[in-house]
């Protein structure tokens, strides 16, 4: 059975992965399969992008528009959840508190919170990173969730496309390569953003805020090809089917393969 590993990098537009010239992005796109011009949900704002995310469905599904979050009145089985029911093991690193909320009890083999607000978002990815290491190393979960907060917390400060933005961005793919190097042979990474930015903002429909990039590398996805579409909410239903776990009936997305 595949493992997965996703690593989100909050705020990553397209043009400022490319911008940033780190080579693992030329790596994973001549190596893997890759898409400049995915899309993400309305409201384009962390946590509900978030939560589309994980439960595979529209915010005007789950309920969650803002950064606060608010208990689905109908509730969606999550991607943890439903890989938990099905005996799969998940880790989730993140460095953003309001996260907390994507994963209900029992859904995770373990969780760990850095909090980039209080030793600063570039040391928060550093750390998590560490951790990712660590746990690839030794205990190799089927399902490894990795958010890297910086870039946005950058963008909002400098602005996007900036070049504190564009150091940001390098950052955050050392630490992808950095993942990439430790995982088990056999692994998949893929590597995405929840939404993007212009100025010092994001949440509205502008394509600075909506188009996001996503990478797959490994089996399954070699030769530098390009996806014909994707849609946030086709991360959930691909790594359940990568991990031969079926997608749950309320799910909106696509799989991938």
């Known amino acids: 059975m595949n493992k997965v590993v996703l690593v989100l990098i909050d705020g990553l537009r397209p043009d400022g992965m490319m911008a940033c010239s780190h080579p693992e992005v030329k790596y994973l796109m001549e190596k893997g399969r890759y898409t400049l011009v995915g899309s993400t949900v309305i409201t384009s704002v962390t946590l ?3 939560m589309s995310l994980i439960h595979s469905v529209d915010p005007d599904r789950h309920g969650v528009t803002t950064n606060t979050y608010t208990p689905m009145v109908r509730p969606v089985i999550g991607l943890f959840e439903q890989l938990a029911a099905f005996n799969r093991r998940s880790i989730f690193l ?9 994963y209900k009890p029992g859904s995770l083999a373990d969780a760990r919170f850095v909090s980039g607000r209080f030793i600063g978002w570039d040391a928060a990815s550093d ?7 660590e746990y690839l190393r030794s205990d190799a979960p089927d399902f490894m969730f990795l958010y890297l ?14 070049e ?10 050392e630490s992808v390569e950095r993942v990439r190097n430790t995982m088990p042979e056999g692994s998949i990474l893929m590597v995405t953003a929840d939404h993007g930015g212009h100025d010092r903002i994001h949440g509205t429909e502008m394509p600075e805020d909506m ?5 797959a590398y490994g089996l399954g996805y070699e030769g530098g090809e390009v996806f014909e579409s ?3 909410k086709d991360i959930a ?3 359940a089917k990568h991990l031969d776990v079926p997608s749950d009936c309320d799910w909106e997305g696509e799989t991938l393969i």
């Open 149 to 162: 907060g910086e870039t946005d917390e950058v963008g909002h400060k400098y602005g996007w496309m900036s």
């Open 94 to 102: 993140y460095g953003w508190g309001e996260l907390k909320d994507l």
């Open 127 to 133: 750390t998590l990173t560490d951790m990712a290491e």
């Open 164 to 173: 504190e933005y564009i150091r940001a961005v390098y950052h955050a793919f």
């Open 230 to 232: 994707f849609d946030i």
């Open 237 to 239: 239903p691909t790594i």
């Open 211 to 215: 188009t996001i990039p996503f990478i």
């Open 48 to 50: 509900p992008c978030h």
